[in-house]
């Protein structure tokens, strides 16, 4: 059941919400005949927007700040999202967008490390990520600090081997200041999760010792938003898993749970409707 969630917040993080589903728009439309990863980085917009204007602590004008909230994006390829919440936050200048996959710009098609604009890894090799964001979490806890760490994960990306060791890994060293994301779209770049691999994701994490969370409208700020603040508050010790069911391509009518809006190039009609799309709500 769903707790009562302080609304204002609920609305600034939605407001912020659409302000990033506008920026990916305009930045994967820069980009052209090099296309982005629209869908990954749709399904994820609430989520992002949850844990960036809803639970993280951090401070755009000390990005080093020791004791900051880390975010780690472990679907790098769904990186629209994350550029999109770091120039809402302040982090990117918001006239950097333009510079989307441009030749030498940082904003590349994958996160690539740069601690000036919030970017704490460089990502996109799934598994990966989500392997670095425990052993933060260990150092972490090693050390006595205080921050959490927050990883975003693809439900595809849970086919990788190097989840489940880094599964294990946490659940044996107890990272009760872990939190994943699993952004359960159901779609990955060639099929759908079910037809590639059927395992049980939530089945899996638990019987290897992490808290489980599902939350059904994994678009819905208010329902993500509640399951974080129970899992900052869980006394479980154990680390935890927030498995989100979402919609790829969520917001733009032709692009939701479409196999072939994974990643590809957005001419100008299609830039067109997806605008009206979002102006229409
Ligand atoms: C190790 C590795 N293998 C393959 C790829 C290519 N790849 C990029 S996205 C993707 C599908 C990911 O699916 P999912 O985790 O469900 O994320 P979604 O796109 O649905 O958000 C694949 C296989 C990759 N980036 N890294």
Redesign the pocket.
């Known amino acids: 059941m769903v707790k009562a969630v302080n609304g204002q917040l609920v609305e600034e993080i939605n407001r912020k919400a659409a302000a990033m589903r506008r920026n990916v728009i305009e930045m994967g439309y820069v980009a052209g005949d090099r296309g982005a990863?629209f869908?990954?980085a749709l399904?994820s917009i609430e989520i992002v927007a949850s844990l960036f204007f809803g639970v993280m602590k951090y401070d755009p004008g000390d990005p080093y700040l020791p004791d900051r909230d880390r975010f780690i994006q472990s679907?790098g390829?769904?990186c629209l999202a994350y550029y999109a919440a770091l120039i809402e936050a302040g982090f990117i200048p918001k006239d950097l967008m333009y510079t989307f996959k441009a030749d030498n710009s940082f904003l590349s098609g994958h996160p690539s490390r740069n601690m000036k604009y919030g970017i704490e890894i460089s990502s996109?090799?799934?598994?990966n990520g989500f392997a670095v964001a425990c052993g933060m979490a260990n150092a972490a806890k090693m050390k006595k600090e205080n921050h959490r760490v927050y990883c975003l994960v693809?439900?595809?990306?849970c086919n990788?081997g190097l989840v489940w060791e880094a599964v294990m890994n946490a659940a044996k060293n107890r990272l009760h200041n872990l939190i994943a994301i699993i952004?359960r779209?159901g779609?990955?770049?060639s099929g759908r999760?079910a037809d590639i691999m059927d395992i049980d994701i939530e089945a899996g994490w638990n019987a290897f010792g992490w808290e489980v969370l599902v939350v059904e409208e994994g678009n819905n700020a208010a329902h993500l938003l509640d399951a974080l603040i129970r899992m900052k508050d869980s006394r479980s010790g154990k680390p935890h898993v927030i498995i989100a069911n979402t919609i790829?391509g969520k917001g733009i009518s032709f692009m939701e749970n479409s196999l072939s809006w994974?990643a590809r190039p957005m001419n100008k009609e299609q830039y067109e409707h997806a605008i009206a799309d979002l102006e229409n709500g």
């Open positions: 990863h869908g990954p399904s679907k390829h769904a996109g090799s799934l598994g693809g439900d595809g990306e990788e952004d779209n779609v990955q770049l999760t790829k994974h």
